[in-house]
């Protein structure tokens, strides 16, 4: 059985990442952020909790994660493993987690900060359909108009400068020490995520003996 966590700040291509990891080695993916936007977009009461809290440039409490993810592991079957993404949060999660379940490894997704307010800042909405866009990488063929329904392309209301710099500030803030606790164990790769998306994968299957990607 095979067991990550995934780290990695906004923008790294986290997701995408453990997307491709899980799908190829048929991996539960469990991503704390996913579950809390599913509940934001179905207006269940832990999405309510989780929309004023993020209004307000905040992070979700860590009792708030820990009690999903307890779901989560309980509630699926994981057979192969999984990739965990937005878990664990702290010094105290993280010493649980590695006593209740022995991880393979953690992969630590690395972006400068400047990169990462470069791709953010770049991230546009499309406020009809929801679609998303990226000026970097994903361009609408008319400026500031989705392709699919002409509706208007707006940034999300929490990707601005002074947001993202405080959820840049808080990201390492609660990452540094997670990663000490990891690397004292020897599990961390830290991979390079400057880098296009099949490379970074490549990257994370050599870093852990894992297959080849299949697609
Ligand atoms: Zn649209």
Redesign the pocket.
Known sequence: MRKFIIMGIQGSGKGTQAKLLAEDLELEHFSVGDIFRWNVQHHTKLGAQVKRTMASGRLVSDELVEAVVRDCLAEHDWNYGFVIDGFPRNARQAEFFLESYDIDGVINLYLPDDEVMRRVLSRRL?S??G?DYNLLAHRPATEDT?D??Q?ELVARPDDNEEALALRLAAYHEETKPLIEIFERKEFVATIDATSAVEVVQDAIRQRFDLPARTS
């Open positions: 499309c009809r359909c679609l989705c699919v329904c509706g």
